[in-house]
């Protein structure tokens, strides 16, 4: 079982970039999936979620407007499109399975993670 996270990288502020997570070894597609962040020395916090037929997606407060989420089951693949980047974005991004459909925002709420992926945004 595999999710694998890409599409970070160094980025100016203001700039955009398309995060994308393949799911391998078994289908998520009746699972919640998000993203969550962690820059160095702090916790690692809730992004963004998508439940399991996208019908309902959350953010955080501080990318609403700018973050978009989105999850294609048929390609076992989710997305974060991320505009309007600045450097309080700069975190390693990860992506979760959730152990249902529904979409916590407590990391003990998800039961299988990808390696991450690093978005630097410059100022």
């Known amino acids: 079982v595999q999710l694998q996270a890409s599409g970070g990288g160094l980025v100016q502020a203001g700039n955009s970039l398309r995060l994308s997570c393949a799911a391998s070894?078994?289908?998520?597609?009746?699972?919640?999936m998000a993203w969550f962040r962690q820059a160095p020395g702090k916790e690692r916090e809730f992004v963004s979620g998508?439940?399991?037929?996208?019908?309902?997606?959350y953010y955080r407060d501080s990318v609403k407007g700018r973050f978009t989420i989105s999850r294609d089951n048929a390609k076992d693949t989710m997305y974060l499109q991320m505009n309007s980047l600045n450097p309080e974005d700069t975190a390693r991004y990860y992506c979760?399975?959730?152990?249902?459909?529904?979409?916590?925002?407590?990391?003990?709420?998800?039961?299988?993670w990808g390696q991450g992926t690093q978005v630097t945004v410059s100022s």
């Open positions: 998508i439940t399991w037929n996208g019908g309902n997606t």
């Open positions: 979760a399975a959730a152990r249902s459909a529904m979409v916590p925002s407590d990391p003990n709420g998800y039961r299988y």
């Open positions: 070894g078994r289908m998520f597609r009746n699972n919640g």
